[in-house]
């Protein structure tokens, strides 16, 4: 049975996106409730930087057999490297604010659809990866700013047949990504957002 928490520790969750974990690292709510352990970290040239957690530590190298024993995935999605990092991570803020943030905001503002970014494309493989690698899982996922807009495409990416398995979708400071959906992928949504009673306001 998945956990619930509260809209705190929720946001704390989302939180953890910028800390810098490692493999196997516990991460628990602010008050000490464990959510699971870093199982698979992705720093991908696209610019894409997310997290997978799993309830019990199994990485991706692991045997079908123990990979199957995971019942939840919390998959983070990093959002946009602050500018005030250029002398360290200017490769990093080039992905995120010159291929991705400046194009979908452009889209976003025209209502452009299906054409996603690189960040996007590669989110939305991980977390299909994710539910591939872990088949009894269900995912819970987050995104904070770019992150939010690579979390929502990922959800909509999906195939019908695995909405199921997706348990919760938490987008913080972003904008809305719906407007630039293929049709299809709108669908996804539409479907999603009534089984949990959202509104979607484009």
């Known amino acids: 049975m998945s956990r619930i928490y509260t809209e705190e520790e929720q946001v ?5 996106q910028y800390r810098e974990l490692t493999l196997g690292q516990e991460v628990s709510t602010i008050d000490g409730k464990l959510v699971g352990y870093v199982s698979q970290i992705n720093d991908k040239s696209t610019g894409e930087q997310s997290f997978v957690i799993t309830d019990i530590y199994v990485p ?4 079908y057999e123990e990979r199957s024993k995971v019942k ?3 998959v983070l999605y990093r959002g946009s490297t602050s500018p005030d990092q250029f002398k360290t991570a200017s490769s990093d803020i080039y ?13 976003i503002l025209s209502s452009t659809q299906g054409k996603p970014t690189p960040q996007l494309m590669s989110s939305a493989h991980t977390l299909k990866n994710v539910l591939a690698l872990y088949p009894n899982s269900q995912a819970f996922v987050y995104g904070h700013s770019l992150g939010s807009m690579t979390a929502q495409y990922s959800i909509a990416d999906l195939p019908k047949s695995s909405l199921s398995r997706i348990g919760g979708g938490f987008f913080y400071q972003g904008p809305n990504l719906y407007s630039t959906l293929t049709l299809e992928q709108q669908k996804i949504v539409d479907k999603w957002a009534k089984k949990y009673g959202i509104e979607i306001k484009v």
Request: charged share 10%; aromatic share 8%.
């Open 12 to 16: 704390y969750i989302a939180k953890q």
């Open 95 to 107: 992905q995120d604010w010159g291929v991705n943030n400046a194009p979908l905001t452009a889209q």
């Open 60 to 63: 991706h190298t692991a045997s």
């Open 72 to 74: 939840e995935v919390t």
